[in-house]
């Protein structure tokens, strides 16, 4: 349900493109990991993931689960709370692991964040942490890199720039891009892993951004 509806709500915030590698494989049971720049990116990444066909489950904060409506859809659609400086947050992973054995794709955004700047600009993904490659470690599961750019535009910053933002954007629609790169088996030590995961997500967002038209010295952060 979260799927279609932000495939049904992106387009009225930003004008939504979306390419792919050429080897690029969206396959059951694939661990989808994006960049995470602004609050309005997991619903652009979901609709773009619509568009190709998939409606993953995600990862994300389990403070969510607290607003009454999006809690129950949250839940119903499977999607994965992650209770963070919790003793609970390794729970998650064991449910991240099962989404994923029983054919699931999952996203996750590895960042465990977004950017406190204020500015709307393009910046390279921040560092992973090691959710990422336990998940590999654990299920064996191939690692989808996705990079999205221009979320920041439509809303980022401080509290009353995040509402002028989103408030804006209708008449704005700014451009936002999603591209979606090959999958790839990581391997090695778990710093390595999250090396190779960030990498990729890295090498996406920059084929996202450059889509945009971004500088080029933002490109080569």
Wanted: glycine share 10%; aromatic share 4%; proline share 7%.
């Amino acid at each position: 349900m979260l799927s279609r509806l932000a495939a049904l709500l992106v387009p009225a915030f930003g004008r939504l493109t979306v390419t792919t590698d050429p080897d690029a494989v969206l396959a059951p049971g694939s661990l989808v990991v994006a960049n995470h720049t602004s609050l309005a990116d997991p619903a652009i990444v979901l609709a773009a993931l619509r568009e190709l066909g998939v409606e993953p489950v995600v990862m994300a904060a389990a403070g969510l689960w607290r607003a009454p409506l999006l809690g129950r859809a949250l839940a119903r659609d499977g999607f994965v709370p992650v209770h963070r400086g919790d003793r609970r947050a390794a729970h998650a992973l064991d449910l991240a692991a099962d989404a994923l054995a029983d054919g699931r794709l999952l996203l996750i955004y590895a960042e465990g964040g977004i950017p406190l700047r204020t500015d709307a600009a393009e910046a390279a993904p921040l560092r992973f942490r090691s959710g990422v490659a336990r998940l590999v470690e654990r299920t064996g599961a191939p690692l989808v890199p996705v990079g999205q750019a221009g979320a920041r535009r439509i809303t980022s910053g401080t509290t009353a720039k995040q509402w002028a933002g989103l408030l804006t954007a209708p008449v704005r629609r700014p451009g936002v891009h999603v591209h979606v790169g090959a999958p790839l088996a990581p391997t090695g030590s778990r710093a390595e892993v999250t090396r190779q995961a960030h990498g990729a997500v890295t090498d996406a967002w920059r084929t996202a951004a450059a889509r945009l038209g971004e500088p080029a010295a933002v490109l080569a952060a």
